[in-house]
Nanobody, 126 residues
């Protein structure tokens, strides 16, 4: 069982930056894939970024590729999402997710992730 706790959300102006953190309760070693999803009111949950813990391979949604960076800290068992040049379209609740890497077939599909955090709100004002 893996528990995920997100932090770092908040209110920021257009063009600002935030760093989200996702702390895992158990050792998410080389067995796991970690991802960030977001959900705006009235919209479906959408993929933002993912990282394969072992190799550090990363994946991004096209709209965030040049602005967001996903990374992990092995010692702290934590995944980060550095978000720069934020705009109002980035507003939503951001969720951390995890699953065993060997079970993952489509990293953009939220249904393929087993563990989820409670989410942290990100609001970008124009």
């Amino acid at each position: 069982q893996v528990q995920l706790v997100e932090s770092g959300g908040g209110l920021v102006q257009d063009g600002g930056s935030l760093r989200l953190s996702c702390a895992a309760s158990a050792r998410t070693s080389s067995n796991y894939a970690m991802a960030w999803f977001r959900q705006a009111p009235g919209k479906e949950r959408e993929f933002v970024a993912a990282i394969m813990w072992s190799a550090g391979t990363t994946y991004y949604q096209d709209s965030v590729k040049a602005r967001f960076t996903i990374s992990r800290d092995n010692a702290k068992n934590t995944v980060y999402l550095q978000m720069n040049s934020l705009n109002p379209e980035d507003t939503g609740k951001y969720y951390c997710a995890a699953t065993l890497q060997r079970a993952l077939r489509q990293h953009t599909n939220p249904q393929q992730y087993t563990y989820w955090g409670q989410g942290t709100q990100v609001t970008v004002s124009s």
